[in-house]
């Protein structure tokens, strides 16, 4: 991007410090243009980059006109500096004719191309500032559109006074953050932040709900795109299901369309072996712990816990137990305490693979067994599989889980929601079988047969 931005400004002419009208009474000398000090819709700012355009002379006749022909580049103006110093010209007020069509349709296709490569990388690149620097220059090109079309009027003429190309630059920016970030309260106060002008609260309201309404028509925010990309599990705020063009109603669906059946689960007291061929086999992230109840259920839930925690477990050959060994049920003594089990990432991981694979392999640990009962989460929320699947989306997005059990009428376990599960294209998949067999259903009604005949 540097090396074109060099490059770049050469390909235009340079462009006259400032412009000059055709009814204006005293035109300059040959070469020169006026320096509008006594017109300030046609003023260029100072800061502007000269790149190779050559300085030229002031010209001064009487006490009120002056002309120059100094000389400038447009798109080196916009280029040679910070994105925030070129959105500053951009938002310029009273400079109608600094920039032209050509520099600004070359800067926004050239910066918008740029900025949509550099936004996908794993680098610290921002979107802030390219956003509101896309809206700008496409903002700005209409505000040139409206001043071409309708002529420049003067701040005595207040109904049309407000029709500047950096008015049309703020709103333009406005417009395309919001549309490409959805945001809209927090958007509309930062450009009146930025701007300290309360007279634009309405059209930067109106351009960001509009953009908005469009964005939302075609994709998702940005944000929730780059999500995507890294496959990342997201969950709106309220599920959209698709069946066939129709929306789909969740809460005509039960927990138990969307779960994964049959779930791993773990005993209270497993052996070291059946706990590293779990790790092994499976990526899951946590796991049910099971015990025979009272009334015999083999697998009625006790809590959850997850893979982290299993695998710190696991180093600790210390905290293994022999199989015949005698059990105190009453007394559940961790003997690891919670800070060396709540651990977000393991330190070494390939050493705890070699050990998970000597665990398999090695038939002592076939009778050795490790106690979940003091490391396990008993406050693990639970549903049932009869629960309603769009409120089942709520509280999990609600209370932020990563995953949820699901239980039966004897509260034992029968399938676990993942944040993956309650992904949309995942939940359209699931219910799709369901919906298939409803509508054979209603194509293929069954007859009743009753003592008055068919119904």
Known sequence: MATASVFLPAIFDCSPFTCYYENESGKPPSDF???????????TEKEVSYYTCTRGIVVKEGENITFSNDTFSQ???????????????????ETHWEFTFGPLFTVLIFYFFMACWSCGPSISSGLVVPMLYIGALYGRIVGLIMVTLFGVHSTDDIYWAWMDPGAFALIG???????????????????????????????????????????????????????????????DSEPVIFH????????LHSAADAMASPPTVLQCRPTVSELAHVLLDTAYGGFPVVETGPLGNRNEFKGLINRNEICVLLSYESIFERSDAAQDDEVEIPKLDY??????????????????HQYCEDDKFQHMTVNLKPYVNMSAPCIPSTFSLHRTYIIFRTLGL?????VDHENCV???????????????ESIAPILKRRQ????????????????
């Open 402 to 406: 990563r995953h949820l059990t699901v």
């Open 414 to 428: 029968v399938g676990m929601i993942s944040r993956k599960d309650l992904m949309g294209f995942k939940i359209e």
């Open 75 to 93: 798109v080196a103006t916009l280029l040679f500096v910070t994105g925030e110093e070129a959105i500053h010209h951009l938002f310029s007020r």
């Open 244 to 251: 066939d063009g129709k929306s789909i109603n969740l809460e």
């Open 33 to 43: 243009s006026p320096k509008c000090l006594d017109n300030p819709a046609g003023s």
């Open 173 to 235: 920016a406005a417009s395309f953050f919001g549309g490409v970030s959805r945001l809209t309260m927090s958007l509309t106060v930062i450009m009146m932040e930025i701007t300290n002008d309360i007279q634009f609260l309405l059209p930067i309201m109106v351009a960001i709900m509009v953009a908005k309404w469009v964005g939302d028509a075609f994709t998702h925010p940005i944000y929730h795109a780059l999500l995507e990309v890294k496959c990342i599990p997201f969950l």
């Open 440 to 455: 054979e259903a209603e194509r293929n009604p069954v007859e009743m047969t009753n003592n008055s005949g068919v119904v």
């Open 339 to 356: 800070q060396t089990i709540a651990v977000e990432n393991l330190e070494n991981p390939e050493v705890l693979e070699e050990c998970l």
